[in-house]
């Protein structure tokens, strides 16, 4: 059914996903508790920082990637004096995808901090319980629903990362050609439309099954805190 090519690239696409979502989760949870938590002058530019990617034309993100961090650029030229290259390469295609899908991670993990009942915590304080086991053993298994959403919205927007893959790693047979760019380059081709179907094809039953799972893990939540 899939060739090869099409078989790296959707293997590809699940390991930069795998990866985007375990190292963004632990950044997702911390800041979403921090914006959940606190109230300070500046929120409003910290909200409209976070909610960034999501409006920014995803070619200006892979070039401001390009900027910092390419082989010269403002960062990048540090890390590839010592040896670490993410321009042109799958550990980029994980930055890039890590960069798209952090807003849609923190969102839910925010509203779950939110919508906790914030009294536990401080029982728990007042019998003695230092401030990090209350945010282990309460805070963060009261967030669990919301953090089983962000990982999947954020996996899932890491499997359909396009434009700033593209722009900042590039199109590398078995190297960053992802699933939504090895769409677009078999599409380029004059025979490879009907291989580019099967991938589309693909990617819709992957996306319908993120979103179905996301529907069952809201209402199973929101049934719970009715109860």
């Known amino acids: 059914m899939l060739s090869p090519e099409a078989l790296s690239a959707v293997y590809l696409s699940a390991k930069v996903a795998f990866f985007a979502t375990l190292i963004c989760l632990p950044f997702a949870i911390l800041v979403a508790w921090w914006l959940a938590r606190y109230e300070f002058r500046l929120k409003f530019l910290v909200d409209a920082l976070l909610q960034l990617p999501l409006v920014l034309p995803p070619v200006v993100l892979g070039y401001l990637l390009l900027v910092v961090f390419g082989t010269q650029g403002i960062l990048g030229q540090y890390l590839y004096a010592l040896g670490i290259r993410l321009a042109f390469d799958w550990k980029g295609a994980v930055l890039a995808s890590m960069v798209v899908a952090f807003p849609l991670m923190v969102q839910p993990i925010r509203l779950s901090f939110q919508h906790m009942n914030q009294q536990l915590e401080q029982v728990a304080a007042s019998l003695g319980a230092a401030p990090l086991r ?46 939504p760019i090895a769409i677009y380059s078999l599409l380029q081709q004059p025979d490879g439309e009907m291989m580019a179907m099967r991938l589309v094809v693909l990617s819709l039953i992957l996306a319908f099954l993120a979103l179905i799972a996301n529907y069952f893990i809201v209402q199973k939540y929101q049934r719970k805190i009715g109860a």
């Open 134 to 179: 209350v945010f282990f053993t309460i805070s963060l298994p009261l967030a669990l629903p919301g953090m089983m959403v962000g990982s999947i919205l954020g996996f899932s927007r890491s499997l359909g990362e396009f434009g700033a893959t593209i722009t900042f790693v590039g199109n590398i047979p078995n190297e960053t050609r992802t699933l």
